[in-house]
């Protein structure tokens, strides 16, 4: 009779874990799903300023950029966002709604290899690739003039790029492979009987999270390379990118390289919490 009940209960769970997993995907699919174009568009409705959405070919990948002015204006600073993992270029759309940035810099924000509608999920190979495509998109322009601003593993991105910017911020960038959590949702793609509930874009990011330990071990001795300004914001309670990382960039720098805003109450979610501090520093760095 015992096992019987055991049996049972068993089962009982098995299915109740099995609904919660699916619910679960299902929400992550809803709320990650990348935007269309129209989408895109429609989110600017009303707004001073309406972005301009073009597609760039990198080892055949077509990568959506969007441009918040026209043509580029050659007198201005320009601001460029690097999303993180998962995310898109429709992380930073508050920034790009405002009025005072717009009429200072020019705005570009693109998707990453992999999170946009074309080729979800398929991430590119390595950091060296994500570098290779952030200086494919900046082709042409004069980087002295680019505030390069990476979020999370944007600000990975940005932080491995050696040429010389304006300004570099970085947003809670993971720099410390040792320092990366590795979350028990990561399992969820690892087994195979429920990865194909896994949506495309989480599955794309959790490769480039595995990534991390190894990979990021490998370019300590090359963040500070670059002779760029760096302005590190972090959230000092943010435990999907630990604080330590933005500590670990200041050893690296001399004083008067780099600069440091601790978030006291911080998590990881900073772009859009902090979104009034973040804004008032871009555009301290525009006019700089």
Do not use: C
């Not at 049972?8 to 990348?34: A, C, E, N, Q």
């Not at 949506?199 to 990534?211: D, H, N, Q």
């Not at 590190?232 to 780099?258: E, M, R, Y």
């Amino acid at each position: 009779m015992k096992k019987k009940w055991i049996r049972k209960f068993l089962k009982i769970t098995g299915w109740i874990f099995l609904v919660l997993i699916i619910i679960l995907s299902y929400l992550m699919y809803r709320f990650t799903s990348p935007n269309s174009d129209e989408e895109i568009i429609d989110k600017f409705k009303g707004e001073s300023y309406h972005p301009h959405i073009t597609y760039k070919n990198f080892k055949g990948y077509k990568v959506r950029v969007v441009q918040m002015q026209e043509k580029i204006d050659t007198t201005l600073p320009i601001i460029f966002f690097v999303h993180g993992s998962p995310g898109s270029s429709m992380d930073f759309q508050r920034y790009m709604k405002n009025e005072s940035l717009n009429k200072m810099a020019n705005i570009i924000s693109y998707d990453r290899v992999g999170y946009g509608q074309l080729h979800t999920g398929e991430v590119l190979n390595s950091l060296e690739e994500e570098v290779d495509l952030l200086h494919h998109l900046m082709k042409g322009m004069d980087t002295k003039k680019v505030i390069l601003t990476g979020y999370s593993y944007g600000g990975t991105v940005i932080m491995a790029s050696t040429k010389s910017y304006k300004k570099k911020i970085a947003l809670a960038a993971a720099v410390r492979g040792d320092l990366e959590p590795m979350f028990w949702a990561i399992n969820l793609y690892k087994w195979p009987l429920t990865r194909p509930l896994v949506p495309k874009v989480f599955r794309g990011a959790t490769i480039e999270k595995l990534r991390h330990v190894k990979e990021l071990k490998a370019y300590e001795h090359l963040w500070n390379v670059s002779p760029s300004q760096v302005l590190s914001i972090h959230g000092k309670h943010d435990f999907i990118v630990p604080f330590q990382n933005s500590l670990f960039l200041k050893s690296l720098f001399d004083a008067t390289k780099f600069s440091l805003i601790p978030l006291e109450e911080g998590g990881h979610s900073l772009i859009w919490s902090d979104f009034d501090l973040i804004n008032t520093e871009l555009l301290k760095s525009v006019k700089e």
